[in-house]
Nanobody, 129 residues
């Protein structure tokens, strides 16, 4: 079982950048595909980005693909979300998730909430105009 803790969320101005971190403990992150989701006030939860267990194959949702980058450092058991050019529409609670995979070299990524077994508590990102 893995425990996930997000950090890095804060209040920023439009155009600023932030890097969110998701630290995994209790198990090595190389056994897990991971992802980021977000929930904006009054809106449904939205998939943001996903990354495979070992070979860092990544998928970022189209709406933020030109601004957000997902990476994973298995040596540090940490996943990151680099967010550039933030806008007020990026204001949300960002949560990370993990899913154990049987074949980590397959490079699978997952975009649905139901695909993930473990979740962090979330970190708040607020972007002011």
């Amino acid at each position: 079982q893995v425990r996930l803790v997000e950090s890095g969320g804060e209040s920023v101005q439009a155009g600023d950048s932030l890097r969110l971190s998701c630290a995994a403990s209790g198990s090595t992150s190389s056994n897990y595909a991971m992802g980021w989701f977000r929930r904006a006030p009054g809106k449904d939860e939205e998939f943001v980005a996903a990354i495979s267990a070992i070979n860092s194959l990544a998928y970022v949702t189209a709406s933020v693909r030109d601004r957000f980058t997902i990476t994973k450092d298995n040596a540090a058991n940490t996943m990151y979300l680099q967010m550039n050019g933030l806008t007020p529409e990026d204001t949300a609670v960002y949560s990370c998730a993990a899913r154990p995979v049987r074949s980590p070299y397959r490079g699978s990524t997952y975009v649905r909430r139901v695909d993930y077994n473990y979740w962090g508590q979330g970190t708040q990102v607020t972007v002011s105009s």
